[in-house]
């Protein structure tokens, strides 16, 4: 089955970058839409970028211009650069492997798919 497992993440003080990475493993990965997720504690789970198989991509208002998703297919990996990070950035980062997903369907539906264990990011002075 589809395993993903992410990296990356840190303690990185306002005004920073972190890059994440999300390793995907059992199954062809060029057939799936990969979003990233975050969430804060006390916070629900919510989606931050996504990309399609064909490298079509979208954000969350709240990250747009400050976050760039990007995908190796031959590394079969998905990179989250997240650069001017703020505070309220702080969450565990998952990322999510839906087979043949819109964006449309990444930001409109419930969440499905295969998750990673997820990373964490600390924006913090």
């Known amino acids: 089955q589809v395993q993903l497992v992410e990296s990356g993440g840190g303690l990185v003080h306002p005004g920073g970058s972190l890059m994440l990475s999300c390793a995907f493993s059992g199954s062809i990965f060029s057939v799936y839409t990969i979003g990233w997720h975050r969430q804060a504690p006390g916070k629900q789970r919510e989606l931050v970028a996504a990309?399609?198989?064909?490298?079509?991509?979208d954000y969350a208002e709240s990250v747009e211009g400050r976050f760039a998703i990007s995908r190796d297919n031959e590394k079969e990996t998905v990179s989250l650069q997240m650069n001017s990070l703020k505070p309220e950035d702080t969450a565990v980062y998952y990322c999510?492997?839906?087979?043949?997903?819109?964006?449309?369907?990444?930001?409109?539906?419930?969440?499905?798919?295969?998750w990673g264990q997820g990373t964490q990011v600390t924006v913090s002075s």
């Open positions: 990309i399609t198989s064909d490298g079509n991509s």
């Open positions: 999510n492997a839906v087979a043949g997903a819109t964006l449309w369907t990444m930001w409109k539906a419930a969440p499905v798919g295969s």
